[in-house]
């Protein structure tokens, strides 16, 4: 453990990786504890799943594939907000055509794309390692775009994810909200394909405002301490990685899993004594 | 007279058979209305139709005086189910504030006018000392009383209730009730229910409700026979409908 406060101290790698945990743990924090209240996690599964059909697109065309990733996301959370709004019957159907298609799409480019195909492990699996300054502008702003977003619309977005049908009697456009929602969750997803990749965005998304929602009663109150355990996981994850030169990715979200599965119990047991 | 709801000739389907037809209604200010009606006979969308979500094949509905989309925000609307999740992170507090919306400025958390809305409910229907309680801890009774503050913050003109008392006992039932009998100098108050019997003594009129509508003053019927009256004239308008079934 020494040897990774030595690396935090003295190499920027590392306090890129740090500081680009605690950035996308924001954005997970607070997307992440609408996600886990409005029991969405299969769509926002879905939206980071098929972002990769971006990915491999933007790879194929030389482009940065983050460029892409931004494009897909945003794209897919429109097309998979409006097949839950208008087919309800199939929904769950069609996000896993549209997530696995997306997939699909991504690994035809990267396998079209000639060259040396590293990068496919560090979209599908992330890797906080090489997060550069440029990276963590990025991350930053989009940050400060949901969190603004979030601060403009906080009553709309409490008002759709707790009472759709009231919110619309109240006339709020529910369905524009739920879509800006979804949009804010396409953004998060960018942001954390990079600490972890996007097979692993949901489990970051989603773990921390589960834990969180387990010890809180109030919105604002599960969001801050879904960003505190954000924090916490990638930190933590980074750390018990280094030493034994793990990937950090896996690393990171084992320790959420864990943590979640652990206080689950505990939240058992406790409740029952 | 001064009527805030005014409904001419209107008939109502989802595509299929009529749900609703031929309904005219006006209903007054300060009116206590009781509905009434069997399951599916059309109660709900003619609620949701003066609430503007639903738009009538035909005919007309002004609620006061203007298309319901435009005066679905002075309708305060409690809903017969809890549609949300009772372990959602929230408190009676922002629960009850959510009936601001439609109300107050768009952008931003609620301000103070709003809190100001929001206490003033939760005072007259009694529950201000659950202000700060997470509304998955409370008992039937008190989770209604947050439902109906919620529908008054927005300080409505009208309120529409969906079966208020549905889950809770009768000493509560007669609770609420007395509460709305209050609220009803200010307000215009629809009420859905069954149990028509009791809430004869708090309504002016009782609208009966199966495709068709029918309304009775209560003035018309005698105390004793109340019940029984209601009871067999819900009965026969069923079986009218019934007959024009096998007629059509």
Known sequence: MGSFFDAVSSQAFMQNAIIGGILASVACGVVGSYVVVKRIGYLAGGIAHSVLGGMGIAYYLGRPPIEGALVAALVFAVILGWVSLRMQQQEDTVIGALWAGGMAVGILFISQTPGYNVDLMSFLFGNILMISSDDLFWIASLDILILLIVFLFYKQFLAVSFDEEFARLRGIPVERFYLLFLTLVALTVVILIQIVGLILVIALLTLPAAVSSQYVRSLNLMMLLATFLGILFTTGGLALSYQPDLPPGPTIILVAGTFYLVSLILNRFWKRA | ?248
């Open chain 2, 1 to 248: 007279m001064d009527s805030v709801i005014k409904i001419r000739d209107l008939h109502f389907s989802y595509g299929g058979p009529k749900i609703l037809e031929n309904i005219e209604i006006d209903i007054q200010r300060n009116e206590f209305i009781g509905m009434v009606g069997p399951n599916g006979s059309g109660k709900t969308t003619l609620l949701k139709i003066i609430m503007g979500v639903l738009t009538p094949d035909a005919g007309t509905v002004e609620v006061l005086g203007k298309p319901p989309f435009q005066s679905v925000k002075e309708i305060g609307y409690m809903p017969q189910l809890t549609p949300f999740l009772r372990d959602f992170p929230i408190n009676v507090e922002e629960t009850v504030l959510m009936g601001r919306l439609g109300k107050t400025s768009s952008i931003g958390f609620f301000n103070k006018a709003d809190k100001r809305a929001a206490e003033k409910a939760m005072d007259d229907v009694e529950i201000l000392d659950l202000r700060k309680r997470a509304i998955g801890s409370l008992s039937g009774g008190q989770l209604q009383r947050v439902l109906i503050a919620r529908a008054l913050t927005c300080e409505p003109e009208i309120m529409i209730l969906d079966e208020p008392t549905a889950n809770v006992d009768m000493k509560v039932e007669k609770d609420i009730f007395d509460m709305l009998k209050q609220l009803n100098e200010k307000i215009t108050i629809i009420v859905v229910t069954h149990d028509i019997g009791f809430i004869s003594q708090y309504i002016h009129r009782v609208a009966c409700i199966n495709r068709t509508l029918i309304c009775h003053p209560t003035s018309e019927l005698t105390g004793e026979t109340i019940e029984n009256m209601y009871g067999s004239h819900v009965h026969m308008v069923h079986h009218h409908h019934e007959d024009e079934k096998n007629h059509g």
